[in-house]
T-cell receptor, first 111, second 111 residues
Framework: KQEVTQIPAALSVPEGENLVLNCSFTDSAIYNLQWFRQDPGKGLTSLLLIQSSQREQTSGRLNASLDKSSGRSTLYIAASQPGDSATYLC??????????FGTGTRLLVSP | DVKVTQSSRYLVKRTGEKVFLECVQD?????MFWYRQDPGLGLRLIYF???????EKGDIPEGYSVSREKKERFSLILESASTNQTSMYLC??????????FGQGTRLTVV
């Protein structure tokens, strides 16, 4: 059974820092991987989708990489801002495009 | 922009009531999903559908059923609501090639 783990569980940084969030999965036979953010009490907002044939995706200050063979993905956030404070979730796609979610990293960026 | 709309943000129901949660997407996605999210347990898949009138059980289908009569609409039904079904419910949709989009969530309280 696919299991997805995110480290660290919580992270507190001052504004302006570059930071890395980690995601690992136990079964490398995945289709795609997607990163989301979730604000308290809200739904999930898609950040980046990495297709199985790709190794990374970039959007603005965000860069996500995927190494299927080692079962790892990282989300890099450059020049963090207070508005980046949220919970970040990674999810891997298994058969029928079902998503298996990680445990999440709660990020707090202080002004 | 992709829009996934859940019928209610907040819902309070009594134990034993039959509860309907509705979800509509406007992107002609083949796949639709229902998840519940609980503190410490993360997001867990209840049911998903990969086509009209097709459904598959997720990880925690007990106490729930679903209906997908039209491509854009996926309904989650709590046959007889119980207090342990108090949770945040999240609907999502995606193409077969992946890339999920989520609704804003429905916080259901069963009293």
């Amino acid at each position: 059974k696919q299991e997805v783990t995110q480290i660290p569980a919580a992270l507190s940084v001052p504004e302006g820092e570059n930071l890395v969030l980690n995601c690992s999965f136990t079964d490398s036979a995945i289709y795609n991987l997607q990163w989301f953010r979730q604000d308290p009490g809200k739904g999930l907002t898609s950040l980046l989708l990495i297709q199985s044939s790709q190794r990374e995706q970039t959007s603005g200050r965000l860069n996500a990489s995927l190494d299927k063979s080692s079962g790892r993905s990282t989300l890099y956030i450059a020049a963090s801002q207070p508005g980046d404070s949220a919970t970040y979730l990674c999810a891997v796609y298994t058969g029928f495009q079902k998503l298996v979610f990680g445990t999440g990293t709660r990020l707090l960026v202080s002004p | 922009d992709v829009k996934v709309t859940q019928s209610s943000r907040y819902l309070v129901k009594r134990t034993g009531e039959k509860v309907f949660l509705e979800c509509v997407q406007d992107m002609d996605h083949e796949n639709m999903f229902w998840y519940r999210q609980d503190p410490g347990l993360g997001l867990r898949l209840i049911y998903f559908s990969y086509d009209v009138k097709m459904k598959e059980k997720g990880d925690i289908p007990e106490g729930y059923s679903v209906s997908r009569e039209k491509k854009e609409r996926f309904s989650l039904i709590l046959e007889s609501a119980s207090t342990n079904q108090t949770s945040m419910y999240l609907c999502a949709s995606s193409w077969r090639t992946g890339g999920a989009f989520f609704g804003q969530g429905t916080r259901l309280t069963v009293v």
